[in-house]
């Protein structure tokens, strides 16, 4: 299964959903439909109408006076009630959220939010891990171009206790497909969701909620307009580079020389030189330049570790997730960070 999407064992349909009005971030694969669903239809179509089971951990221990099965104390283990598959260990006091839950609060708030509407859906590995993309209305325009980010809303949890359920935003640059995910509010900040039955406190969580999207939505939109009207230096660039790519010193204070990182620099570099090839020149040497040059670096040409979790994946696949979740996305926060820093310095720009 290289594209460790979950897969439905009585059907054989691979765990995913999106609308036919977008690329399936995994190959193509899974349902499409031309249409935005309902949450019900959406969770039938990806395949996530299972739940989840919290059960006592036992280990086998035939030299145990009191019984060759032993339970293991402040310990659990996660299954699918459908098929029993074991999603992971976590602690006693792990509380689940199923599915139909996370499904059922996102609906609330893109029923809050007019023109939203669900993007795909899907599972990896056995379950284990989840996701819900929605459209927003709502685009980034970089002032005076045709420079435009289409806005999604991102949550993802996960049944093995590895991830809070967490919402994001991510922004797809039309021009180049290349994607930019930051939390909302403050940025590097993760916004965690609970459920709870309770109406009232739903209604003030998912209108404290909705307020933070249009907020951040705003603010992102700002942001991306400052990077786009500061011009940066080659040495201004190169600063930035040298505090995401810092390289390694040897014993003496003398920096070490490294082919791969140097690799790495004249890719990024190239890249900002390029500026999609010069697709919108008005941000050709700009902070806002230089932070797509880093994202497309991510997307398209950064290696992603095969770690154990990942041994099905191919390379591009790896990048896929790294780039939603792992160390691709804190990268290019990071990159976010440091060009709003720079910027706030006229010391270092043209």
């Given at each position: 299964m290289a594209?460790?999407?979950?897969?439905?064992?009585?059907?054989?349909?691979?765990?995913m959903w999106c609308t036919g009005t977008r690329e399936a971030v995994w190959h193509s694969l899974g349902q499409r439909t031309p249409d935005a669903q309902s949450w019900q239809e959406v969770m039938q179509l990806a395949h996530l109408d299972w739940q989840v089971e919290k059960r006592p951990l036992y280990a086998n221990l035939p030299t145990n006076p009191l019984g060759g099965l032993f339970k293991i104390p402040d310990q659990c283990a996660i299954f699918r009630s459908d098929n029993s598959a074991y999603?992971?260990?976590?602690?006693d006091g792990y509380t689940i959220m199923q599915n139909k839950s996370a499904f059922d609060?996102?609906?609330y708030l893109l029923q809050a939010r007019n023109g939203a509407h669900y993007e795909s859906a899907g599972a990896l590995g056995k379950g284990e891990r989840i996701w819900v993309m929605a459209k927003l209305p709502d685009t980034i325009r970089i002032a005076g171009t045709e420079d435009i980010s289409k806005l999604y809303l991102l949550i993802a949890t996960a049944h093995d206790g590895s991830m809070a359920y967490t919402a994001k935003l991510v922004a797809e640059r039309v021009v180049c497909e290349n994607?930019?995910?930051?939390?909302?509010?403050?940025v590097g900040a993760a916004v965690r969701i609970k459920h709870t039955k309770s109406a009232q406190a739903r209604l003030a969580m998912?209108?404290?909620?909705?307020?933070?999207v249009g907020n951040s939505i705003q603010t992102l939109n700002e942001k991306m307009n400052i990077l786009a009207s500061r011009k940066l230096t080659r040495e201004s660039a190169s600063a930035v580079l040298d505090r995401l790519f810092p390289p390694t010193m040897n014993d003496d204070g003398s920096e070490k020389t490294s082919k791969r990182r140097e690799n790495v620099l004249a890719t990024v570099l190239g890249l900002f030189d390029s500026n999609d090839k010069n697709a919108i020149p008005q941000v050709r040497?700009?902070?806002y330049n230089l932070l797509n040059a880093i994202t497309e670096y991510t997307d398209h040409f950064?290696?992603?570790r095969i770690t154990d979790s990942r041994k099905d994946y191919s390379d591009v696949q790896a990048r896929a997730e790294n780039a939603l979740f792992g160390t691709g996305e804190k990268l290019k926060v990071s990159a976010l960070e440091a060009l709003l820093e720079l910027t706030a310095d006229d010391a270092v720009l043209v």
């Amino acid at each position: 299964m290289a594209h460790n999407l979950a897969t439905d064992d009585a059907t054989g349909e691979i765990a995913m959903w999106c609308t036919g009005t977008r690329e399936a971030v995994w190959h193509s694969l899974g349902q499409r439909t031309p249409d935005a669903q309902s949450w019900q239809e959406v969770m039938q179509l990806a395949h996530l109408d299972w739940q989840v089971e919290k059960r006592p951990l036992y280990a086998n221990l035939p030299t145990n006076p009191l019984g060759g099965l032993f339970k293991i104390p402040d310990q659990c283990a996660i299954f699918r009630s459908d098929n029993s598959a074991y999603l992971g260990v976590v602690g006693d006091g792990y509380t689940i959220m199923q599915n139909k839950s996370a499904f059922d609060f996102i609906d609330y708030l893109l029923q809050a939010r007019n023109g939203a509407h669900y993007e795909s859906a899907g599972a990896l590995g056995k379950g284990e891990r989840i996701w819900v993309m929605a459209k927003l209305p709502d685009t980034i325009r970089i002032a005076g171009t045709e420079d435009i980010s289409k806005l999604y809303l991102l949550i993802a949890t996960a049944h093995d206790g590895s991830m809070a359920y967490t919402a994001k935003l991510v922004a797809e640059r039309v021009v180049c497909e290349n994607t930019l995910a930051v939390a909302l509010g403050e940025v590097g900040a993760a916004v965690r969701i609970k459920h709870t039955k309770s109406a009232q406190a739903r209604l003030a969580m998912g209108l404290k909620f909705m307020a933070s999207v249009g907020n951040s939505i705003q603010t992102l939109n700002e942001k991306m307009n400052i990077l786009a009207s500061r011009k940066l230096t080659r040495e201004s660039a190169s600063a930035v580079l040298d505090r995401l790519f810092p390289p390694t010193m040897n014993d003496d204070g003398s920096e070490k020389t490294s082919k791969r990182r140097e690799n790495v620099l004249a890719t990024v570099l190239g890249l900002f030189d390029s500026n999609d090839k010069n697709a919108i020149p008005q941000v050709r040497g700009t902070a806002y330049n230089l932070l797509n040059a880093i994202t497309e670096y991510t997307d398209h040409f950064r290696p992603a570790r095969i770690t154990d979790s990942r041994k099905d994946y191919s390379d591009v696949q790896a990048r896929a997730e790294n780039a939603l979740f792992g160390t691709g996305e804190k990268l290019k926060v990071s990159a976010l960070e440091a060009l709003l820093e720079l910027t706030a310095d006229d010391a270092v720009l043209v």
